[in-house]
């Protein structure tokens, strides 16, 4: 169970918590929980509450899982999983910690999860009056149904480089594309990494360091010892393939003579 006692402070109500915010709020909720008698159902309600928005603000389990441990939010997993559903709806859950005799939230859950709505998964908050894919019909309309199926997983599927595109794209004829944002379709279908948005002076593009921890630091952390080793001969490889008489060679492939070979990441031909 989650340890410290914060002190006690007045949450806010109108979703502008933080994610610190909510870890203190659930730990103070605890508090009150062990207690016993009326405390544990009030106690009870501000961890459900706290973990059930908590649980909404990260995209995946893994993700919810690491920030749990990170403020040392440790419950049983069943348990967590049923304090999440029963803060979908407090009212509901006030009424039943309130009626019963147990103190197991995985039993209390299992009991009485029949009488909620929305049962296991946590429904997402409607978080503005506009429709929420308002801007992917924009953007169709402006670039073509084709053109955003051609830059699906390329370095432009943003939704802040697609918008620039539509920005760029201005006094195109109807179904058209002018010529940069043709040339930046284009070079991010054939795998290029391309900005719209540094082309239009927008940002500057990120560092090295910078891409690699916002793109490669999770993914680094999970892999195993041999995976990490063959990334790094990757890399060295990589290195060399820059020199114009250098071959490139990938992972699990070892230097050798060859008469041409095509770098994959650069896009240019290498020989011997």
């Known amino acids: 169970m989650p340890n410290s006692s914060p002190p006690k402070k007045s949450w806010r109500v109108d979703g502008s918590e933080t994610l610190d915010d909510l870890a203190v709020r659930i730990k103070e909720g605890h508090v009150r929980a062990v207690k016993g008698g009326a405390e544990w159902v009030e106690g009870s309600l501000e961890v459900a509450a706290a973990l059930y928005e908590a649980r909404e603000r990260h995209h995946a389990d893994i993700n919810f899982s690491q920030w749990l441990r990170k403020n040392n939010l ?59 894919h308002s801007g ?41 594309l002018t010529p940069t944002v043709q040339k930046l379709v284009d070079e991010a279908a054939s795998g290029e990494i391309v900005s719209a948005l540094t082309v239009a002076g ?13 793109r490669m630091v999770h993914a680094w952390t999970a892999a195993s010892d041999d995976e990490q080793n063959e990334l790094m001969e990757f890399l060295k490889n990589l290195r060399r393939a820059k020199s114009p008489r250098t071959r490139f060679f990938g992972p699990g492939q070892s230097a050798g003579v060859s008469t041409e070979a095509e770098h994959p990441l650069l896009g240019f031909q290498g020989v011997s």
Request: proline share 4%; charged share 35%.
């Open 202 to 214: 927008r940002h500057k593009a990120p560092s090295l360091i910078e891409a690699w921890k916002k």
């Open 136 to 176: 992917t019909c924009h953007r169709a309309m402006k670039l073509g149904e084709e053109t955003l199926a051609k830059l699906k997983g390329t370095s432009l599927d943003r939704a802040d480089e697609l918008d620039e595109l539509v920005v760029l794209n201005r006094g195109a004829e109807l179904g058209k």
């Open 74 to 132: 440790i419950y049983k997993p069943h348990d967590r999983t049923a304090l999440i559903d029963l803060g979908s709806d407090s009212v509901l859950a006030r009424t039943i910690l309130t009626e019963t005799n147990s103190r197991s939230y995985e039993l209390i859950w299992r009991q009485n999860k029949q009488r909620f709505a929305n049962a296991r998964k946590p429904a997402r908050r409607k978080r503005s009056s506009t429709p929420r």
